[in-house]
């Protein structure tokens, strides 16, 4: 029954940045394909390092959580690290760099054999790209994830960086961004053990930046889920706002998003991700959150919920348009019998309470929606989770209250929004609207992944979706050889 509380760092030791450049699948081949040539370089108004987030796209398959996303066409030498440092869990995002395989090979050599890995502050090579990894934490271990950003050296540009290994300490002036709470409550924490500063992001303004980055740059990001059939939303750039947000972290925020950086917090609810993971701790003695969610999977809520029949003698009250078998209230039958908490299954509390939060904040959110006349609602936040009965859920409430008018769509970089606003605040003209609108434009679409359909134009198979990429290949080209004409063309 047991499962981890954060599966997603126990895995990865010091070693993972590189060891992942070393699994080339063949879609990798075709992303190294789609490097500018060696020598060439690209020019750029600034010269400070930029994020390029052409051809960005989700690496992994479909059913992967917090899945890495690839940075094909990254050549500058960044080296970002940021963090959302929320009231239950701490979401990291950080670049890695994707070298050249033989030349990769051979600087590992030279690390393992202490000769360093670069003469200067800029390498002498291009980088062929790069990866955004996402890795959560739970806050009360925050000394776990200060250990995992020293150990990869995280705070000083990783240790793929041209300034590792080094003895020296970061400097007086290292900063890393971070947004969530925990920004204020452990800068002092970070400044203690890492010697870095905090440089505090705005939470919403970030959750915002990662949302519009994520749904106007990576295909098959978001998606609907209803009654456990998956559809990838291929999102109309330029029909993207106004739009609803809804954060379901420990709190949720619904945040009303007209544009990049336009957007007023609506509302917000204190139940939330916080509620059901402390009621339902204290409830079944779960000793974990996906232990939670793994019980509700074996619940029968009928136990635990009074429903409409069970007032109504096992009618539908149709009048008013409530079948027999609607909730009419939420853990209302534990009141009418004479049973203690052990008399009921841990799974079935856990399913009821799942249901009451997620169809609660469900029909909260399209009250709001309502409010301002949005159809559209993206629902992100580790609540979330990826699992198929909270989504459910949530997209009934919002269908059910909004006759089929407002539609539920989820993301798979669900609870890291903020901390990527935070990684995205390092550059914001690097993802203004243009580059991203352009570039997203001008992409035919991705195929489908295994068991979930895309809304949108006609799909070409994955065949198709190798060629696109070489297309994309070309264009990385003229990207680097005139990158102003490309942007504006
Ligand atoms: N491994 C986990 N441990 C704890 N909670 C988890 C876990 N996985 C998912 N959750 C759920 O995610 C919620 C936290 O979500 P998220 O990280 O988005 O919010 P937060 O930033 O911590 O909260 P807030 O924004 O309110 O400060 C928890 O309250 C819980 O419901
Ligand atoms: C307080 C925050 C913003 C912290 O992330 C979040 O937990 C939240 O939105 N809580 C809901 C608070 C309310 O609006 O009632």
Request: hydrophobic share 35%; glycine share 10%.
């Amino acid at each position: 029954m047991a499962s981890p509380t954060t599966k997603d760092h126990s895995h990865i030791d010091i070693n993972d940045i590189n060891e992942e450049t070393q699994q080339l699948s063949e879609k990798d081949i075709v992303e190294k394909d789609m490097a500018p040539l060696p020598g060439s370089s690209i020019h750029r108004s600034s010269s400070r390092p930029q994020l390029d987030v052409s051809g960005a796209a989700i690496q992994g398959n479909f059913e992967e959580k917090d899945p890495t996303i690839l940075l094909p066409n990254q050549s500058d030498d960044i080296s970002h690290l940021a963090l959302d440092i929320g009231g239950s869990l701490i979401k990291l995002v950080y670049f890695s760099r994707h070298a050249d395989r033989q030349k990769d090979d051979r600087r590992k050599r030279k690390i393992k054999e202490g000769l360093g890995v670069s003469n200067g502050t800029r390498r002498s090579y291009p980088i062929l790209g790069g990866r955004l990894h996402f890795v959560k934490f739970e806050t009360s271990k925050i000394n776990e994830c200060l250990d995992f950003i020293s150990s990869k050296q995280l705070h000083c540009g990783g240790i793929d960086s041209p300034r590792w290994p080094s003895d020296a300490p970061p400097s007086e002036n290292a900063v890393i961004k971070a947004t969530g709470g925990g920004a204020y409550k452990f800068a002092d924490l970070f400044k203690e053990k890492l010697g870095v500063s905090i440089e505090k992001e705005d939470e919403m303004n970030c959750l915002v930046s990662g949302a519009n980055f994520l749904l106007k740059a990576i295909r098959h990001e978001a998606f609907t889920h209803m009654e456990g059939h998956k559809e990838f939303v291929q999102i109309d750039q330029n029909d993207l706002f106004p739009y609803l947000l809804v954060n379901i972290g420990s709190g949720v925020s619904m945040i009303k998003v007209d544009g990049d950086g336009q957007f007023q917090r609506v509302s917000g609810t204190n139940v939330g991700g916080g509620t059901y993971w402390g009621l339902g701790r204290l409830l079944t003695k779960c000793k974990s959150f996906d232990e939670l969610l793994e019980l509700s999977q074996r619940g029968d809520n009928r136990t635990i919920d009074m429903l409409v029949g069970d007032i109504y003698g096992g009618m539908d009250y149709s009048k008013i348009g409530l079948s027999a078998s609607t909730i009419a209230s939420s853990f209302g039958k534990t009141i009418s019998e004479n049973k203690e908490l052990e008399d009921y299954k841990p799974e079935d509390i856990s399913l009821s309470l799942l249901r009451m939060i997620s169809y609660n904040i469900g029909q909260i959110a399209y009250l709001n929606a309502l409010r301002f006349g949005l159809k559209r609602i993206f629902f992100g936040g580790f609540f979330i989770r990826g699992h198929a009965y909270t989504m459910d859920t949530i997209s009934f409430a919002v269908q059910f209250w909004s006759n089929g008018d407002a539609q539920a769509m989820f993301l798979r970089h669900e609870g890291f929004l903020g901390a990527l606003g935070a990684f995205m605040s390092y550059e914001t003209h690097g993802l203004d609207d243009l580059l991203v609108h352009q570039l997203v434009e001008r992409f035919p679409m991705g195929a489908p992944y295994i068991g979930g359909n895309v809304h949108g134009p006609p799909l070409g198979d994955l065949n198709e979706k190798a060629s696109i990429t070489l297309v994309l290949n070309s264009r990385a080209l003229c990207i680097g050889l005139n990158l102003t004409s490309f942007w504006y063309a």
